[in-house]
């Protein structure tokens, strides 16, 4: 059994593998999941929620560059490498963008940049700025930092923010899939297996559930619970599992009545095992299609959420959030700032949506042979 089972695995790569949509959205997948585990590492703003603030370069167009003058700030107590992988790391210094510097002294005389036509020229002690070596003030204090996605209204690097929202998009997913699935799995096993009354309740709670809409359902269970990261996790599982549970149900009605699942209660199996190990093993395929699908539909429905404001919380980076500060933009000379979250959005659920359509391909052997 565990031969055919592991030939089954290859059978179905192999077949995914031919086709060219799936595998593209399983490379796009694999690179977000990477860069949401990574993505503090190869971030240009590493602190807490890419949240690091120049007020002075806000709207900037992808490309731009600025020269800064780092400031010392009070040393921060140090933070662990796990720590600083997976939230972030406080800067130890202040960034103030300037337009031009020159040594005087023992100073250094810098043009604060306010706007383009803008400065304000300001001292600052090189030793303050330096300590002890203050041969290396030019190569340690000045620096030119390049926003390669532009800057949002508060003047943070959208590159960055974009990364680390990544971790968010795919968590929701994750964890709202993970709920509609347990949900969807263990409900439509019951209603499909046992039928009768039982079948009866759950699919009156499927049909009340699927009456009403989906963000109005979410927009309820968000407010029970609060706005936050964790609970918009809980509120759109709530919102998924009665598409898993009504496909379960159908599969499960049609498994039970084949000669192996009748022999199965002949040999006085108890239906739990007939239920985990005969029959939820042979449906797989159609329930790894499905969460690829609500994978997506999670994203879609987070990022509208935290557009809206009840879902992810500022400054917490989170693709839909994005949008609703720069959506301002979009009727101005920068409407970049509102498209580039938008088309992560795009390209993250159409990855997931071609993976699905490879699976659902790839696991239906009539159709494939």
């Known amino acids: 059994m565990r031969q055919q089972n592991f030939s089954f695995s290859q059978q179905t790569w192999q077949r995914l593998k031919k086709n060219k949509g799936a595998l593209f959205g399983l490379i796009i997948i694999a690179l977000a999941v990477f860069i949401s585990l990574f993505g503090y590492l190869v971030a240009p703003d590493a602190s807490p929620n890419a949240d690091l603030q120049t007020v002075e370069i806000q709207a900037k167009k992808p490309g731009y560059t600025q020269l800064f003058l780092k400031i010392p700030n009070k040393k921060n107590m140090p933070v662990s490498w796990f720590t600083k992988l997976s939230s972030g790391a406080p800067e130890d210094f202040r ?187 042979n449906i797989l395929g159609p329930v790894l299609v499905i969460a690829a699908s609500n994978f997506a539909t999670a994203i879609i429905i987070e990022a509208g959420l935290s557009f809206l404001g009840i879902g992810v919380q500022p400054p917490q980076p989170s693709w839909g959030l994005m949008i609703k500060e720069n959506y301002n933009f979009i009727i101005t000379h920068n409407a970049i700032l509102a498209l580039i979250p938008g088309l992560a959005i795009m390209l993250l659920v159409l990855a997931f949506n071609l993976l699905g359509n490879g699976l659902r391909d790839a696991v239906d052997v009539r159709s494939s042979s």
Do not use: C
């Open 95 to 281: 960034y103030l963008p300037i337009s031009s510097y020159h040594v005087k002294s023992d100073s250094l005389v810098v043009n604060k940049y306010v706007d383009e036509d803008t400065s304000v020229a300001q001292t600052y002690s090189i030793n303050m700025l330096t300590g002890t070596n203050p041969e290396n003030l030019l190569v340690k204090n000045i620096v030119t930092k390049k926003y390669y996605l532009g800057t949002d209204k508060f003047g943070r690097d959208i590159l960055s923010r974009l990364i680390i929202g990544t971790k968010v998009s795919l968590s929701v997913g994750l964890i709202a899939v993970l709920i509609s699935l347990i949900l969807g799995i263990v409900l439509g096993a019951l209603a499909g297996y046992y039928r009768g009354w039982v079948d009866e309740v759950i699919m009156w709670l499927v049909n009340i559930t699927w009456s009403i809409p989906t963000l109005l359902l979410v927009f309820a269970i968000t407010m029970a619970l609060g706005k936050g990261f964790w609970q918009i996790f809980i509120a759109v599982g709530l919102t998924m599992w009665v598409s898993v549970a009504r496909l379960i149900r159908g599969q499960v009605m049609a498994l039970k009545e084949l000669e192996y699942i009748q022999a199965a209660k002949a040999l006085g199996l108890n239906d739990t095992r007939i239920i985990i190990k005969h029959i939820l093993p």
